[in-house]
């Protein structure tokens, strides 16, 4: 059996209508990347928290989880429960406020750090492969290009949809 290519029957075929296509593409992409396994260690979700508290400087407490959920766009069950699972394999670590005492901040562990590190690799050396097959220009453009196609959605979706939390 061989593997569609994004013009055979599949979730992306360049020659439909362009929004239909995007569509395509962005299930395409993430399909191939949950399908396949890609990440060995962590869930899409788990590397976009992650991603977040990596950035945090060590001398800031941390991030709420509430500050994840407007970062990430999770659902707040869906934020509970990757948080309970990172802290369960020690790669988060929740920290008290010390000034309210009610508010709890999320940070990443030195485990964390090694985790997160060994994914990233792997999605780098994946990106690094697109770059070589589209060239540095065009990974450029496509990486301004898909920061739009976000603002855009992003606008639309604040603007003409009621988000439930």
């Not at 508290?53 to 500050?67: R, W, Y």
């Not at 659902?75 to 429960?81: E, G, H, I, Y």
């Not at 540095?136 to 939390?165: C, G, N, P, Q, Y």
């Amino acid at each position: 059996m061989t593997q569609n290519t994004s013009t055979e029957i599949g979730f992306a075929r360049t020659e439909q209508d362009p929004a239909e296509a995007l569509l395509g593409s962005w299930l395409h992409m993430t399909y191939t990347i949950r399908g396949n396994r890609f990440l060995e260690s962590l869930s899409l979700n788990s590397m976009a928290i992650l991603n977040l508290l990596q950035q945090v400087d060590e001398n800031e407490p941390g991030m709420t989880a509430s500050e994840l959920i407007r970062q990430t766009g999770l659902l707040k069950s869906q934020m509970n429960k990757e948080l309970a699972s990172l802290k369960d394999k020690g790669i988060v670590e929740s920290v008290e406020n010390a000034e309210d005492g009610r508010s709890v901040y999320n940070r990443i562990t030195q485990i964390g750090r090694r985790a997160y590190k060994a994914e990233h690799n792997r999605v780098m050396t994946l990106l690094h492969r697109i770059e070589e097959a589209l060239g540095t220009d065009e990974t450029r453009r496509l990486a301004v290009d898909l920061k739009t196609a976000i603002d855009v959605a992003t606008m639309s979706m604040e603007r003409d949809f009621v988000r439930e939390h």
